[in-house]
């Protein structure tokens, strides 16, 4: 049984992990500012289903209230650190850039800080697809060069991974930075593509579909995105390592103990049959306004996830008709429609 502290308990991911972890007997501390970005009543649900578990205790504070945050961790005294909060959103950090800067770049500083003093076995950091940019060659490779960044929200998570970086090289913080693509499923964010496009199905509202539907997104279930966050807790980067001894397509850093994990379906969906598989499981069809693209969008996403799987023994596989029918079965039970 660890004690394990999470930011963002009471959001999508956080909240999918906490739970996981929670039923497996370890001891939960959650961090979470419950802010407005959206609903905050599916925040304060998710953490109430939280709270009925013994092993479960959270503190609503932001990041950046760095006496706040502290104190949280001193009390919780983890063995785990998994940092998940964030501003999310890569539209919306087109409209409030500097969100963006104070809560993932500022927020982040201040738990590397926190992540120091306690002197963690393992440091797990989240980071996003959207960090690949303007990158084409796909599969996206965790060693590929990442330094074209498109909107000010992949800008901020380029810049948590190189602080992680530092961090685990001047403090010898064992730290894993894991990539996130298009994750969807129960309890999932207002603002994200799925719960925009089954609530206009379930409203006969047309849902917009960027780029005429030529967008292809490596569509993840939330289920094996924490299942791989799960068992990436035991697979503790060691190093610094020679150049010599790390193992071709490993990103294990040679200077500190430090890598970078892709978490994704290792496939990408044309956007039209992700869409398809929603109209399925609603039983009814969408109404579609075709746009052009968005800026800061990029047309295609795509994993590579092999070195989860040589790292964890484990590949995500979760089917979009299987995951779509799950996510829509929430929605109905949610919203009573």
């Known amino acids: 049984m ?10 999508f991911i956080g909240f999918h992990l906490a739970r996981r972890l929670l039923e497996q007997g370890h001891r939960v501390f959650g961090y979470d500012a419950l802010t407005d970005y959206y609903d905050v009543t599916l925040k304060e649900r998710r953490h109430a289903l939280l709270d009925g578990h013994d092993g479960f205790s959270a503190t609503v504070a932001r990041l950046e209230d760095m006496e706040a945050l502290s104190g949280a961790v001193a009390q919780a005294r ?6 998940l909060a964030a501003q999310a959103g890569v539209r919306y950090s087109l409209e409030n ?55 000010i929200y992949a800008a901020t998570k380029k810049a948590t991974e190189s602080m992680g970086h530092a961090y685990a090289h001047l403090h010898g913080i064992p730290t894993t930075m894991f990539r996130f693509f298009t994750v969807y499923g129960s309890w999932g964010r207002p603002d994200m593509a799925p719960h ?18 030529e967008m292809y997104r490596d569509f993840t279930h939330v289920g094996d995105l924490v299942e791989g966050i799960d068992r990436l807790i035991d697979a503790i980067p060691e190093g610094p390592a020679g ?62 996830v092999s070195l989860l799987e040589r790292l964890t023994g484990f590949r995500p596989n979760t089917d979009i008709r299987d995951g779509a029918a799950e996510f829509i079965a929430w929605y109905r039970d949610y919203y009573g429609v």
């Open 2 to 11: 660890r004690r394990i502290f999470i930011t963002g308990t009471a959001g």
């Open 78 to 83: 983890p063995d785990v650190i998994v940092h």
């Open 243 to 304: 150049r010599d001894a790390i193992a071709a397509g490993d990103s294990l850093s040679h200077v500190a103990p430090f890598r970078i994990v892709n978490i994704g379906n290792a496939g990408k969906v044309k956007l039209m049959d992700f869409v398809a598989a929603l109209e399925e499981a609603a039983g009814r069809p969408a109404v579609k306004n075709f746009m052009e693209m968005q800026k800061g969008d990029v047309p295609a996403t795509w994993a590579d």
């Open 196 to 213: 925009r496009f089954a609530s206009g199905i379930f409203a006969g509202r047309p849902i917009d579909i960027y780029n005429h539907g």
């Open 97 to 151: 850039p500097r969100a963006y800067v104070e809560t993932n770049v500022t927020g982040t500083f201040n738990l590397l800080e926190c992540a120091r003093e306690r002197g963690v076995d393992h440091l797990l950091l989240a980071s996003t697809s959207s960090v690949y940019g303007a990158n084409t060659e796909m599969p996206f490779a965790e060693t590929d060069k990442a330094d074209t960044q498109m909107t």
